[in-house]
């Protein structure tokens, strides 16, 4: 599982190319809030420019629910990207 | 078709019920680039706060490039989310 943040996309995608090149079959990409675009990124960049035997298996979206320090809570969207290596 | 863009949530989010509401099966919501974020809000504040009948039936990425006024080109992801009645 690569957690995306706020780094520059390209860490992702080393991140994900690099879990790859050790043997794993899947990489889930996960992002929460303002990152998920960035995640999308880090998807297409893998698949376009570095991969092009892996592909998008899955995406899912929800809702998180965050606690702030005075116990405020927020709704946050989340997202999961899951990369395969096509069969 | 919405398309999402630097307005609030909730403007995109009555565009949505709004289309459901005048007896769309399907609405697709598009965005490209950091309005991904703001689309998949979208999504879950329709699905969890105002239509539970509605559901994500398909979540779609790509990579689209854009031209620049002096003609550089740079490429944009994209993303298209369809959400439907349940059936």
Same mark, same amino acid.
């Given at each position: 599982?690569?957690?995306?943040?706020?780094?520059?996309?390209?860490?992702?995608?080393?991140?994900?190319?690099?879990?790859?090149?050790?043997?794993?079959?899947?990489? %889930? $990409?996960?992002?929460? &809030?303002?990152?998920?675009?960035?995640?999308?990124?880090?998807?297409?960049?893998? #698949?376009? +420019?570095?991969?092009?035997?892996?592909?998008?298996?899955?995406?899912?979206?929800?809702?998180? %629910? $965050?606690?702030?320090? &005075?116990?405020?809570?927020?709704?946050?969207?989340?997202?999961?990207?899951?990369? #395969?290596? +096509?069969?």
């Amino acid at each position: 599982m690569i957690y995306v943040g706020n780094k520059p996309v390209m860490s992702y995608v080393l991140a994900v190319v690099t879990q790859f090149n050790n043997g794993f079959d899947d990489v %889930v $990409i996960k992002a929460r &809030g303002r990152a998920i675009s960035r995640a999308v990124d880090t998807a297409e960049v893998v #698949k376009n +420019k570095f991969m092009p035997n892996v592909e998008i298996k899955d995406i899912k979206v929800g809702t998180e %629910v $965050i606690e702030g320090e &005075g116990g405020d809570k927020a709704n946050v969207s989340s997202m999961e990207i899951t990369m #395969k290596t +096509k069969a």
